[in-house]
């Protein structure tokens, strides 16, 4: 199903709408007032600026940043990976230089294109995070592993003991799916540059798809999960895997109530999984069916997760600044962080 494209919180769209009734006057006629309703609309603060000429500049900066939202580089295809995944750049990002980098997995039945919209969605709404997002396509008949979406339905008609055996039982295709994963992985580490933060996701048959490939990457592990409407697999894999993690990924895992084709209940039994380990958890269930719901919840997430990582990064840089020395053997030095304009907004 086509995500839906939800409207921005109140306050944005409020200084959206003062920006796009202010579009046609040139700068130097804004008040000051004006001036600073223009660039809070991008996501950029003013505080500390006390000189109109300055607020000018930030002014020119900020439509810059929200005409660039507007219109995202157009998606570019990677016919050397075998999933052929879609990139789309969002918010100025150019290569090797993106703060965030989404990997999207469409659920079964569904095409690369299916997740695209979700992809410009979560970029609208974070207009100051430079963003790649990349959608790769189901390797054969539009699935990631062969699934039967019947059979999971007669289980759930038994109730939570047939579905638990399914959890636990790894599903033929699904071992196959993960180097070509990691090498996704690798790919679009390279086109969004060493600073960002890597997050992993998908919805349905996708999440699942996703969620495992991100708990078998041998390095380089993703910083964020994003599980929509799907549920745990080979649970007991999982288990040890987040058990023996040097780092936890920040996990988001959204459900519908009024799912019948992936039953509600499995969702609480991902976010348990993942609690359970030692994981942040952010669990967003909603009234919705087997579809993606809104996306307020992911968004949060998303600009939790950056900022998680960004920390780490400086006080990495901190550590090793301190000790005068090279970085560990086997460990590359993050690249310096820039100021994020997020990091100061009064928004």
């Known amino acids: 199903p086509t995500p839906p494209q939800t409207p921005h919180t109140p ?16 700068v130097e006629e804004l008040s000051v007032k004006e001036l600073k309703e223009v660039i809070r609309a991008a996501g950029l603060s003013a505080v500390g600026i006390t000189e109109k000429a300055e607020l000018r500049s930030k002014a020119r900066e900020a439509r810059a940043r929200l005409e660039t939202a507007k219109t995202p580089t157009p998606g570019v295809g990677d016919d050397a990976h075998p999933w052929r995944p879609r990139y789309d750049a969002y918010n100025g990002a150019t290569p090797g230089d993106a703060e965030l980098a989404v990997i999207l997995l469409h659920g079964i039945g569904a095409s690369a294109e299916d997740l695209v919209p979700l992809g410009a969605a979560l970029a609208a709404r974070m207009p100051h995070r430079t963003m790649l997002v990349a959608c790769p396509g189901a390797p054969s008949e539009s699935a990631w592993w062969p699934l039967n979406p019947q059979e999971w339905m007669m289980r759930a008609m038994q109730g939570e003991t047939g579905l638990a055996q399914m959890i636990r039982d790894e599903p033929p295709g699904l071992a196959a799916c993960r180097p070509d994963g990691a090498a996704l992985v690798e790919h679009v580490r390279k086109r969004a540059g060493g600073r960002a933060t890597l997050v992993l996701g998908g919805f349905s048959q996708g999440a699942m798809t996703a969620t495992d490939i991100a708990l078998h990457l041998d390095t380089d592990a993703a910083d964020g999960i994003l599980h929509v409407s799907g ?16 780092t936890k990924p920040r996990v988001y895992v959204s459900h519908g109530r009024n799912d019948f084709l992936l039953p509600f209940a499995v969702s609480g039994w991902t976010q348990t999984l993942f609690r359970n380990a030692g994981c942040d958890v952010t669990y967003a269930p909603h009234d919705g069916a087997h579809d993606v719901g809104p996306i307020d919840p992911a968004v ?4 939790a997760t950056v900022a998680a990582k960004q920390q780490q990064q400086q006080q990495q840089h901190r550590r090793w600044e301190q000790d005068d020395d090279d970085p560990p053997r086997g460990r590359r030095r993050p690249p310096p962080q820039r100021e994020s304009s997020s990091s100061s907004s009064s928004s």
């Open 11 to 26: 306050a944005r769209r409020r200084r959206r709408g003062i920006h796009d009734a202010m579009a046609d006057r040139p």
């Open 300 to 303: 949060a997430f998303l600009e």
């Open 231 to 246: 549920a745990p697999l080979v649970v007991d894999d999982w288990n040890r895997r987040l058990r023996d993690a040097a």
